[in-house]
């Protein structure tokens, strides 16, 4: 009998690299199915997503609700921010009350930075911009400020660039609890049992790498977009942790508290009730 194709979709980044690491080189047993790895851009996944293009997608947590009906969040694989996340940058020093009398770049009107950033003002202008475009549209002055994400949190500073807002420190303020960023989400017309099945090796897949992290680290150098290894770490660090094991009932509350603000401030167009298979 033929393997079952199961299409994993996320993004070219050091820490997708290393979550995935285990099921890409075989290190795990797939148990008859065929995991087929395919990278793109978040935004680009938020939007296929729309489709049901993959079985299994990364996608940030404000795309997921306007993808609820079609995919559930498995409770592996999520990306937060533990009083850090997604900056607003400029290149020289802004007032967070000028931010709404300015032409913002951002990655995409479906990440969740752009939501956490709406939901702390609500009112500005913005642009979108491809993620690795971002910092160079500031420091050009093509957009008085940018919201970075990926390893630009790491490296703007070096660039001569400006902090306006770290989100997760101010979500993490304004609620005490994690900024969710992205999770994977899997098609719910898979079925109950393949989709616990694939949900668990994923898991044991992010399990394996965190026990076995140089080798993990390794493999995901080659999505590191010039991170030092040390800045590599620690971006790896960030966003693979036991919190990517599993959101926990902290994480699972912040998920829905996000997306529940969200539709509160207008910026949703429904309520969503987060599915999770835990």
Same mark, same amino acid.
């Given at each position: =009998? ?7 979709? &996320? ?28 990278? +793109? ?8 997503? /729309?489709?049901?293009?993959? #079985? ?23 990306? =937060? ?32 930075? %752009?939501?956490?950033? !709406?939901?702390?003002?609500?009112? %500005? ?5 491809? %993620? ?17 994400? &990926? ?5 703007? @500073? ?25 999770? +994977?989400?899997? !098609? ?34 080659? %999505?590191? /977009?010039?991170?030092?290894?040390? @800045? #590599?770490? /620690? ?5 693979? +942790? +036991? !919190? ?7 994480? /699972? ?7 529940? !603000? ?17």
């Amino acid at each position: =009998m033929a393997a079952k194709t199961i299409r994993v979709a &996320h993004s070219p980044d050091s820490d997708d690299a290393f979550m995935f690491y285990a099921l890409a080189t075989g290190e795990i047993d797939t148990e008859g199915l065929d995991f087929v790895h395919e990278l +793109n851009d978040i935004e680009s996944l938020n939007q296929s997503a /729309r489709t049901g293009k993959y #079985e299994v997608t990364a996608v940030s947590i404000h795309a997921y609700a306007y993808l609820a009906e079609r995919y559930s969040l498995l409770d592996s694989g999520a990306s =937060m921010g533990e009083g850090y996340g997604p900056i607003l940058v400029a290149r020289e020093p802004l007032p967070i009350e000028q931010v709404s009398e300015s032409l913002i770049g951002i990655p995409g009107e479906w990440t969740s930075a %752009f939501l956490a950033l !709406r939901l702390l003002e609500p009112d %500005f202008r913005y642009q979108v911009i491809p %993620f690795d475009q971002i910092i160079s549209a500031v420091q050009e002055g093509t957009i008085d400020a940018g919201l970075i994400i &990926h390893e630009g949190q790491l490296t703007y @500073q070096s660039l001569g660039l400006h902090n306006v807002v770290d989100l997760g420190q101010w979500w993490q303020a304004e609620t005490g609890l994690p900024l969710p960023l992205g999770g +994977n989400v899997i !098609r719910k017309d898979l079925g109950q049992e393949l989709i616990a099945k694939v949900g668990r090796l994923l898991k044991e897949s992010i399990r394996y790498a965190l026990k076995n992290r140089q080798a993990a680290l390794d493999y995901a150098s080659q %999505f590191s /977009r010039g991170l030092t290894q040390e @800045q #590599e770490d /620690r971006f790896v660090q960030m966003y693979v +942790n +036991n !919190r990517t094991l599993s959101y926990g009932e902290d994480g /699972r509350r912040a998920v829905q508290l996000f997306l529940d !603000r969200g539709y509160q401030a207008g910026h949703l167009p429904s309520k969503v009730t987060v599915a999770f298979v835990i």
